[in-house]
């Protein structure tokens, strides 16, 4: 069973910036196309950007110019550089496959304020 790992998060300034990083067990990940979700309070979980296993990328519009996603299967890792940030983006902060078919982790807090 693959579990997943975000880790990076944390509380940043409008403007700033963050990277975070997700690591899967398992020996398989690289076939995988990942996504970053988000959840924001009282909100539903949204797909912000997504990778394919070979690193064709996808973004919501609301991210795009902004956020960078990468994967090193090598390290069955994916990443998510967040620039010029904004309160919006306050949120928890998930990774899973393109159709969130594996079981979701602890997620990561990222909180945009002043």
């Known amino acids: 069973q693959v579990q997943l790992v975000e880790s990076g998060g944390g509380l940043v300034q409008p403007g700033g910036s963050l990277r975070l990083s997700c690591v899967a067990s398992?020996?398989?990940?690289?076939?995988?196309?990942m996504g970053w979700y988000r959840q924001a309070p009282g909100k539903q979980r949204e797909l912000v950007a997504d990778i394919s296993s070979y690193g064709t990328t996808n973004y919501a519009d609301s991210v795009k110019g902004r956020f960078t996603i990468s994967r090193d299967n090598a390290k069955k890792s994916v990443y998510l550089q967040m620039n010029s940030l904004k309160p919006e983006d306050t949120a928890v902060y998930y990774c899973n496959t393109r159709r969130a078919t594996l079981p979701w982790g602890q997620g990561t807090q990222v909180t945009v304020s002043s």
């Open positions: 398992g020996s398989i990940f690289s076939i995988y196309n």
